[in-house]
């Protein structure tokens, strides 16, 4: 894989991280399991990650980029 190809996509999702912190989500759990009865609920979750690992990851794509060999 070029190497220039995969410091784009670094620098693209270390901005994407740096802009969206996380996420949240819906997940239908059961909440009572009694035989033929069953009671559920929704439930949110939310995923986060530390917005320096972004720009770690955007700093990292930009030396791939700036490091790479040109190519013909």
């Given at each position: 894989?070029?190497?220039k190809l995969i410091g784009i996509i670094l620098i693209i999702l270390g901005a994407?991280?740096?802009i969206w912190?996380?996420?949240t989500y819906t997940k239908k759990e059961k909440v009572i399991d009694a035989g033929?009865?069953?009671i559920s609920?929704?439930?949110q979750k939310t995923v986060n990650w530390p917005p320096y690992l972004g720009g770690i990851l955007l700093i990292g794509g930009i030396v791939v980029v700036a490091t790479s060999k040109k190519s013909n």
């Open positions: 894989m070029n190497t994407i991280m740096i912190t996380g996420f033929p009865i069953q609920a929704d439930r």
